[in-house]
């Protein structure tokens, strides 16, 4: 019991501690900079309309939350089946992998106005540009633990008579999880991203929405309590993926 609450403290007490520093040297520049609030306001302030439109907030961040959650579960099985079809088959490895890497060459930017345009301005177009930011890495983290399955064990499996599949399923999928972990844990600080992007382009909830809202009406201070809510749940997001990827691998690794 020591043992496992001991690395949880030391991790909150960092946690704890950066925020301190950070908020530290936030209020130290609003400070020396004197500058005004509608530019930097400082923690306090922040803090104030925190609270003070914790309903407001609470309301966009849920659409936000909806987007990401959503996005990520789709992003996660679509590459996840992306990833063991190319490791299946060379033909699709060959047709499919260039148009991938390709597709990381256009700017999301560019993307969110047509998936706009396409999907409408409600919670589509956003799980669509959470799923696009997310699928490759995805993709790519789990394709590529699967195509480094150590060659002594699928010899094993061939003399022991697996066919293709088995050797997929048994063996290749199994050695493969903590590189489809890594891509989960990634893809968990990238689709808030494509939330929000889709939020900017075209939206009338969000927090992407409530951010333009406020900076349009220079309520900087909303803007930085939005942004700071927006923070807040994509670390616990990462956090609670780091957390039952650990979970599940030690799940498998003792089955």
Known sequence: MTRSVGPHLNRAFTILGSTALALALWQ?????TALPPFILPGPARVAETLWSSRALILEHAGITIAEVVIGLALGAILGGVSAIGLAASP??????RPMMVFSQAIPVFALAPLLTLWLGY????????????????????????LMRTPQHWLDLGRIMGANAARLMWHIRVPAALPGFATGLRLAAVYAPIGAIIGEWVGASKGLGYLMLLANGRAKI????????????????????????????LDGKSAG
């Open 28 to 32: 130290a520049l609003v400070t020396l």
């Open 122 to 145: 409600g919670l589509w177009s956003k799980i669509a540009m959470a799923l696009l930011i997310i699928y490759f890495p995805v993709t790519s983290a789990f394709f590529d633990a």
């Open 91 to 96: 033909v699709a490895r060959r047709l499919l």
């Open 221 to 248: 201070d909303l803007m930085f309590a939005a942004l700071i809510v927006l923070a807040i749940f994509t670390l616990c997001l990462h956090m609670g993926v780091d957390r039952a990827c650990r979970r599940w």
